[in-house]
């Protein structure tokens, strides 16, 4: 595993490349490949490991028993999944991961933090620290799928969403990981509508996109 690489992570930041070494070793570092839309962990099943996403990325999506599917998030490279879950260890997932393409995921057996002396493995504050930080980003990316979804509106979800990634990116040109479908999935509307409601707002002089590449063309009330 490149040290060097996994130094740039929030969850490896501020470890020497001995201390990541010694963390791989306890915490039972794998390599995995999973080809698009092939499952990487099901609701209602239980994992002791998380998951960090070294190329490709993957999806956390809801799946209920009649079939309906509701996207809650994307994970690109370099983010991190299930590490709730994965604590917890007992708790079962109420969603399922799927790689959204050909992916390369690293898991790492995060619940033998807690069995891991702290006093004699320098690493271990350093990583529950970093820990601690990406379970905060993931519940920021939660609470703005919330903000995303609440306006009434197949609109006013989309400028909301639009305009997120937008401050995120620093850009008004930026691209969004989501196909048609996927993001009809994760604003929780119809396809058919939203892309309606998509044609209107460019025809508006709204937005303009090509695929999933979009500009922010002027501001709009919802």
């Known amino acids: 595993m490149n040290e060097t690489l996994l130094s740039k992570t929030v969850l490896f930041r501020g470890l020497s ?100 002396n702290a006093a004699t ?14 379970t905060a980003h993931k519940n920021l990316v939660l609470s703005g799928r919330s903000f995303h979804t609440s306006p009434k509106t197949i609109r006013g979800k989309v400028l909301a969403y639009l305009n997120s990634v937008a401050l995120q990116s620093g850009s008004h040109r ?11 999935d994760y604003l929780n509307v119809d396809r058919t509508a939203l892309s309606k409601e998509l044609g209107k707002m460019k025809n508006e002089g709204l937005i303009t996109f090509e695929k999933n590449h979009f500009e922010i063309q002027k501001a709009s009330s919802f």
């Open 17 to 116: 490349k001995e201390e990541i070494h010694d963390a791989m070793l306890a915490l039972q570092a794998r390599e995995l490949l999973y080809k698009k839309d092939a499952s990487i962990l099901l609701a209602g099943s239980t994992t002791e490991k998380m998951g960090l996403v070294l190329e490709g990325s993957v999806r956390i999506e809801s799946n209920d028993m009649w079939g309906n599917r509701t996207i809650l998030s994307h994970v690109g490279p370099g983010q991190f999944f299930a590490e709730t879950y994965a604590f917890l260890n007992n708790e079962p997932l109420l969603v399922d991961v799927v790689a959204n393409e050909d992916s390369r995921i690293l898991f790492l057996k995060i619940h033998s933090l807690k069995e891991t």
């Open 121 to 134: 493995h320098t690493w271990v504050l350093k990583l529950l620290t970093n820990l601690l930080v990406v």
């Open 174 to 184: 930026f691209d969004i990981p989501f196909d048609r479908q996927q993001l009809a």
